[in-house]
């Protein structure tokens, strides 16, 4: 008998898509942004609304946190469903919502199913304030006072002690990210044109050692993405361009720092404990690549949240693109930069295209779905068939990953 893993392998399809924008001039607010993506896929599918009959979402926006808030949405749609959900590991399971989709068509419960998340946090609530109460541990952490980039620094120090790694290396990623961030038009740093290494350090720190160009902005304003999954034989009857479901992979190792830091033994590959230093992204990726039958040689382009510069690189090792602590030779050598044979966050990702709150997990698939089907915002990778998207959500602890192609072979 075929392994689970096997049947589920491109059995379900991206048919339909859309996205949604808005900043301080046009405001839109979470519910907003998700309708025009959804009336966009749906019109892009070619079906009807009341095919829909499943719908999941990632937690509540930041910027409307009304509990069930895939059930507030449906009702504001006008769109009741038989299966809804939040996915709720954080941002990490804003990634994981295809691979529920995917499960609920190929098993026949639903013949299309709708995914979307969306936010604006930017445009509604003081980012800064919130984040770190959301996130830090209320009895060890939060009295201090800390910042999502303190507590993130903490890292960043551990990774620099053990594998060496620079603040020079760090700064090349924040450089390539820049990079590919100029050509976007709604990147929230593109307006700060390119920058350099030197550009880098100079910026002030905001917890050592991390500079302002190693942290991930907040924005743009707003964001969403809605897709319209189906089974892949009845994408493939409806669409010359399916993007097959090829691969998914869910993983959490913690809730907060210091619980990853109390860690002394974990069944997952998580290396010698207590670290801060390899990600739960690890195991999630390993189930992504067994199901899609590949590995990471067969990865065209990766689109990830990487909320920090050493975060991005703790990833490219954790999804095996590179040994562990070898990260920052890989990004010195120019792998991830425009043009190079790696292509990494093409919209600029988390660090120079922005958070604009809980959304920033569905935006890589936006990119990633943009990539495949030749219709980039920004500069487009020429060829590319297969992407691996990523999202995360929590203090390095909840972890999706899933693996998009335009192929099934």
Sequence with gaps: MPRTSDRLRAGAAIVGFGDAYADTEHRKDPIQLAAEATRMAIADAGIRKDQITGIYTGRAPWADMRPQWNNVFSSYMQLPVEFSSEITTHGGGVNAVLGHAALLVTSGFADYVLCLQSDAMPLFQDTTAFGAAMDADPQFERPYGPLIASLYAQAACRYMHEYGISEQQMARVAVAHQDWAVHHPYATK??????????VLDSPYVATPLHYWNCAAWGPGGT????????????EAMTERPIYILGFGHCSSHEYLTDRMALRSSPLPLGTLPNLTTLAAKKAAEHAYEMAQCGPRDIDIVEAGGNFTHTVMMLLEDFGFCEKGAAGRFVEEGHIDVGGDLPMDTNGGWLSYGQPGISCGIDPIVEAVRQLRGEALGLQVAGARTALTHATGGMLACHGVTILGTRKD
């Design 224 to 235: 969403a993405g809605a897709f319209i999954v189906t089974t892949a034989e009845r994408a």
């Design 190 to 199: 593109r307006a700060k044109g390119k920058i350099t290494v030197q550009t």
